[in-house]
């Protein structure tokens, strides 16, 4: 260690030798670190394909048209016939209504949406699981799913 660390290398190769539990210490915090840091990569990297088909699967339209930048207002809603004029737009194939409203639930508010079922399904790719598309859609408008 002479030749390649110099008297730093010497110094470090005696006190491993006079300290191995020192030393074994050392190198197990710094494998614990290492571990977090791969799990972690490996955590991030599952939630990033998860959001990625998700988003691939239901929001794949090719335009929102909102009342507000987060895509839903407590105070403004469109009415039907805006929808409507839209769906009459030359090159426009399919339009789905849909509505967003905060609920109180468990001391905190949770999202619920509203949305036609047959041209969400009609356009989300694989959206259900556990469950076919056929069983879910005969399911719906008779109240026996949601």
């Not at 335009?63 to 507000?68: G, H, L, M, N, Q």
């Amino acid at each position: 260690m002479d030749w390649m660390g110099g008297a730093e290398g010497s110094l470090a190769v005696d006190a491993m030798v006079q300290c191995p539990r020192r030393s074994s210490a050392t190198v197990g915090a710094l494998m614990v670190g290492l571990m977090f840091v791969f799990s972690t990569a490996g955590y991030i990297q599952s939630y990033r394909q998860m959001v990625d088909r998700w988003m691939k699967q239901s929001l794949n339209a090719d335009i929102f048209v909102a009342t507000s930048t987060t895509m839903r207002s407590t105070t403004y809603h469109f009415n039907e016939q805006l929808g409507q004029q839209i769906a009459v737009i030359p090159g426009v194939k399919r339009l789905e209504n849909v509505r967003f409203t905060s609920v109180p639930y468990d001391g905190d508010s949770a999202a619920l949406i509203a949305i036609e079922m047959d041209g969400f399904m009609a356009r989300a790719i694989d959206a259900v699981e556990g469950e076919s598309e056929k069983t879910l859609l005969d399911a719906l408008p008779k109240g026996k799913a949601c």
